[in-house]
Nanobody, 119 residues
């Protein structure tokens, strides 16, 4: 099982910004990349933003105009820029990659990274 590692989380105050990063494993061809978050311990992971290989993006309404999902030119590192953070953005954030790896279709998740926004 190939597991991803997120970075860039931590503590922020309301209105501040954070940028999360996620690096695809070498040899992984990404069809779709998503950032998810779990706001309630033990709850579901909810989609925050999604980026497809053709550049299409989707955001949950609550983060539109504040969050931006992007990738580097090599399509190996993916980002979630989070501006104007609010306390309700506090959650564990997960990176998800869906694509091709090791000769077959493959989906993998990161272990999650905590984002805490204080009021």
């Amino acid at each position: 099982q190939v597991q991803l590692v997120e970075s860039g989380g931590g503590l922020a105050q309301t209105g501040e910004s954070l940028t999360l990063s996620c690096v695809a494993p070498e040899g992984f061809t990404v069809d779709q990349m998503g950032w998810y978050r779990r706001q309630i311990p033990g709850g579901e992971r909810d989609l925050v933003a999604k980026l497809t290989s053709d550049g299409s993006v989707n955001y949950v309404n609550s983060v539109k105009d504040r969050f931006t999902i992007s990738r580097d030119n090599a399509k190996t590192t993916f980002y979630l820029r989070m501006n104007n953070l609010k306390p309700e953005d506090s959650a564990i954030y997960y990176c998800n990659l869906d694509g091709w790896y090791g000769g077959g279709q493959y989906e993998t998740w990161g272990r999650g990274i905590q984002v805490t926004v204080s009021s």
